[in-house]
């Protein structure tokens, strides 16, 4: 298979991801997969930023990336921090630059027998949110073709994160709505139930409510729902 | 991520006072397409709950009428998930919903297209547009009354995400409720009188305020103010 029919089926594959069920991780792990194989690196390993603005190792192709994707964490130094700050690919960083740029990070590299590191910025439109680091044991050079086609992988994951989060955010939100639709019209069906049972008016009605909730610890919108089912009998104290 | 033509809709729409944005939408949606008119409603699973916006007279007595009656295109839409369209309300409307039509073409409501608001399963109303003359929407134009669905749960969502700090709803969404709550406290105390449950309870409200040609909203007043009260057998007297 070309590398063209390759790359189209990896595509292909991540856009199948991004329907029903979507699950970040096995995004993830999909898209650093296929970029090992692709760019025929030998271990790859991603961060991403979270919702507080906290960096996370969430994929790595071996226990030897992850450790060292946490170690960039841990020591705030290496190439996926300077890419994700800089929103800049780095490629084709060998041990004597990367001696000299993250000096820790350079000891753990060649303790894990790589020879040279790559990153590039998962970003859309100025927004970076995370990076990915691939590395390569044999190989101290990738070329341009690899540099594009990791960076249009990069891209394209970017693109379904991002519509993953705002999708989330959306339905978040609806369903805070359409709860706080349905508890307000309970609330006040309650109001009538509580009106009638006791002759008191509407207002001393939702007094009673509030007050049963509290003494209860409970949710108005529960007790609302227990009084019009008769569960809950609450008088005047 | 939303759809080119939806971006376009809210950049239109999402100008000036944020309580205006669901007005505007109407407005623009109504521009448009070949419709005289539209409005959005909140529906949950106890019906229609309240008119959020109406562009003009028979727009809101549209609405008005769906929740008087319970029955209508945007309580089917609501309840199936999905649009239900009647270029020729007058043709095919009464054997479905009978009171419905008849009150909907003496508004000089001649066919209605009804579009349910849903993220996902989850469903908050419906946008209905009306026409004072017979005539269906084509494929394009249906597309756009769905941008314009979509714009409008957009729209909704944008304002309940502005909801001040320790308020459920934001206060233009709570107005559309608050406005009408004694439908809902009128429910409540019907319950008791007839022993009957909710929705029963409403069924009687609305038989009644249906009996009389009277607004719902002013019987259920009459119902909280203890003007008039359902008996056991739903009888009642007032």
Redesign the interface.
């Known amino acids: 298979m070309s590398r063209e029919q390759q790359l189209a089926g990896v595509f292909v594959e991540l856009a199948d991801t991004l329907v029903a069920d979507f699950d970040v991780i096995d995004f993830l792990h999909t898209l650093t997969e296929r970029s090992v194989e692709l760019l025929h690196a030998d271990a790859a390993g991603l961060i991403l930023v979270d919702p507080h603005g906290q960096l996370q190792v969430l994929a790595s192709t071996t226990d030897q990336a992850r450790v060292l994707e946490l170690f960039e964490l841990q020591n705030s130094q290496g190439p996926c921090l300077d890419c994700f700050r800089t929103g800049q690919p780095m490629v084709n960083v060998d041990l004597a630059e990367v001696e000299a740029r993250w000096p820790r990070f350079q000891a753990a590299t060649t303790a894990a027998g790589f020879r040279s590191v790559h990153a590039l910025p998962l970003r859309l439109r100025g927004q970076v949110i995370g990076a990915m680091n691939l590395f390569c044991q044999d190989r101290a050079s990738l070329s341009d073709d690899d540099v594009s086609v990791g960076q249009a992988l990069a891209d394209v994951a970017t693109i379904g994160l991002?519509?993953e989060r705002?999708a989330r955010h959306?339905?978040i939100?609806?369903?805070?709505?359409?709860?706080?639709?349905?508890?307000?019209?309970l609330v006040?069906?309650?109001?009538?139930?509580?009106?009638?049972?006791t002759g008191v008016d509407?207002d001393e009605a939702f007094k009673l409510l509030r007050a049963y909730a509290r003494r209860n610890g409970s949710q108005l919108s529960a007790v609302a729902e227990a009084v019009?089912g008769g569960s809950v009998t609450v008088t005047s104290p | 991520m939303p759809s080119v033509r939806i971006r376009q809709i809210l950049a239109e729409v999402m100008v000036g006072d944020r309580h205006g944005f669901p007005a505007r939408l109407c407005l623009v949606c109504a521009e448009k397409l070949p419709v005289s008119g539209a409005g959005l409603a909140f529906m949950t699973s106890a019906g229609h709950i309240g008119t959020i916006t109406a562009t003009d007279g028979a727009a809101a007595e549209l609405e008005e009428l769906q929740q008087a009656l319970g029955e209508g295109p945007c309580v089917d839409a609501f309840r199936d998930g999905q649009p239900v369209l009647q270029p020729d309300l007058a043709a095919t409307g009464l054997s479905r919903w009978p009171g419905f039509t008849d009150g909907a073409l003496e508004a000089g409501v001649a066919a209605v297209f009804a579009f349910p608001l849903q993220v996902g399963a989850i469903r908050l109303g419906v946008l209905d547009l009306y026409r004072d003359s017979p005539g269906s929407l084509d494929q394009p134009q249906l597309a756009e009354a769905l941008a314009f669905t979509e714009a409008a749960t957009a729209i909704l969502l944008h304002l309940q995400g502005k909801a001040p700090p320790g308020q459920l709803l934001h206060p233009r969404l709570a107005e559309v409720v608050e406005s009408r709550r004694e439908i809902h406290q009128a429910t409540g105390m019907i319950t008791v009188q007839a022993a009957v449950d909710v929705a029963d309870a409403l069924l009687l409200l609305q038989a009644h305020a249906f009996g009389s040609e009277r607004p719902l909203l002013e019987v259920a007043k009459d119902v909280v103010a203890r003007r008039l009260r359902f008996g056991p057998a739903g009888d009642h007297d007032g």
């Open positions: 991002l519509q705002t959306t339905e939100v609806a369903e805070q709505l359409q709860g706080a639709l349905n508890s307000r019209i006040e069906q309650a109001k009538g139930v509580l009106a009638e049972r509407m019009i």
